[in-house]
């Protein structure tokens, strides 16, 4: 998909603020207690998601998130299908108080592509 100037200046801004997770990394860690956010519209959740993830549009995250992950120290791996979505995502956190909101690199696709 093709992205605005604007849009991807942002998210490469949001990229530079916030920690990367490897997919190699994410089974390990839920494992330890970390989740998954897939802030994918519903639409896509219900097509494909990281089995164990949690699902909260990125539309309506901020207004949401405190009700689902009400504490600020969980460990949280935000994703969308590659990058941007979900490194936006993890800044907006991370500006909320979710000191370990992170971002899964290459988002589903990168995971999926473990096999």
């Not at 990125?58 to 791996?77: N, Y």
Request: glycine content about 8%.
């Amino acid at each position: 998909m093709a992205y605005t100037q604007k849009f991807q200046n942002m998210a490469n801004v949001a990229r530079a603020r916030v920690e990367e997770v490897s997919p190699e990394h994410v089974d390990s860690l839920m494992a330890k207690g970390a989740i998954a956010l897939d802030i994918r519209d519903k639409q896509e959740h219900d097509v494909d998601h990281i089995p164990g993830s949690l699902n909260i549009s990125r539309g309506k995250l901020e207004m949401l998130v405190e009700g689902e992950i009400p504490d600020l120290e969980t460990m949280v791996l935000c994703y969308c299908n590659a990058i941007n979505r979900g490194a936006l995502a993890a800044d907006s956190l991370r500006s909320m108080g979710y000191g370990n909101a992170k971002f899964i690199l290459g988002g589903l696709i990168a995971y999926r592509a473990l096999g």
